[in-house]
């Protein structure tokens, strides 16, 4: 079974900035498919905010033009610069393969999610 892990979340004040990290289990490669972030809001809002495939990469324009994407050489590791962060941005933050049920991401079925606080 595929299991994530995200890391990087924090507490910050509005306009500062976080990178989030996510890693998959043994035996799973980036390579195997496109991967996407969620984001599960206090009032439990399931909220795509990146789809990244092997040749573009797409964000909601809630989010576009503060967040971007990279991932390491090795396609091990993938990474959400987060800046201009807004308290709308407070949430728990998820990544999964996209083939993943999207729900369920949110619902922490494949990791923990990293947990983001923006204050004013």
């Known amino acids: 079974e595929v299991q994530m892990v995200e890391s990087g979340g924090g507490s910050v004040q509005t306009g500062g900035s976080l990178r989030l990290s996510c890693t998959g289990s043994s035996g799973f490669t980036f390579d195997d498919s496109g991967m996407v972030w969620y984001r599960r809001t206090p009032g439990n809002d399931c909220q795509l905010v990146a789809i990244?495939?092997?040749?573009?990469?797409w964000f909601p324009a809630s989010v576009k033009g503060r967040f971007t994407a990279s991932q390491d050489s090795a396609k091990t590791t993938l990474y959400l610069q987060m800046n201009s962060l807004k308290p709308e941005d407070t949430a728990v933050y998820y990544c999964?393969?996209?083939?993943?049920?999207?729900?369920?991401?949110?619902?922490?079925?494949w990791g923990q999610g990293t947990q983001v606080t923006v204050s004013s």
């Open positions: 990244l495939s092997r040749n573009a990469t």
């Open positions: 999964a393969p996209v083939v993943m049920d999207g729900n369920r991401t949110c619902e922490g079925k």
